[in-house]
């Protein structure tokens, strides 16, 4: 969904115990996506399918952020366990996710509770969220075959930089 507004500013601790504010890219786009938990079948395809476009996004200047209600020890454990090349942060109090709309209710098998809601906003330079992605599918199956949502965000990112 295309939209303009300011991104809510944050810092957030990594597995190596080093805060990443989202100030630290203006003039960088950020690819800021929500993952309910670490080393789940659906939350490791999305970050190896994101990590596998690292560099694709790099030439693009764009960073990848992934966040989730996981502690730090176990965002480093994820990054080594599948050699993931991008930035994992820790949102335990639900703070930075309940501002982008992240988290709330959901309903699985006729029972609603609290969780993440996967999402991705694709961030401009001037720190204005320009894209966002409600209710992910990690891959979509269309008539061409499986699609990743990575290659869905690095498509819409070079279609907003021409």
Request: proline share 2%.
């Amino acid at each position: 969904m295309e939209n303009t507004e300011k991104a809510f500013e944050f810092c957030l601790p990594t597995g190596e115990n080093k805060d990443y504010c989202l100030k630290d890219y203006f003039g960088k786009w950020v690819v800021l996506y929500f993952y309910p938990k670490d080393n789940t079948s659906g939350c490791t395809k999305e970050a190896i399918d994101f990590t596998e476009k690292k560099y694709d996004f790099a030439e693009k200047n764009a960073e990848i952020i992934g966040i989730s209600p996981d502690k730090q020890e176990s965002h480093a454990k994820f990054i080594v366990k599948h050699n993931l090349g991008i930035i994992l942060l820790s949102d335990t109090d639900k703070e930075v996710m309940k501002a982008y709309g992240a988290w709330g209710m959901k309903k699985n098998y006729g029972k609603e509770y609290e969780g993440v809601i996967r999402s991705t906003f694709l961030i401009n330079p001037e720190g204005n969220i320009v894209y966002s992605w409600k209710n992910v599918k990690v891959q979509q199956k269309r008539k061409a075959g499986i699609v990743k949502h990575a290659d869905i965000v690095f498509e819409k990112l070079v279609e907003l930089q021409k």
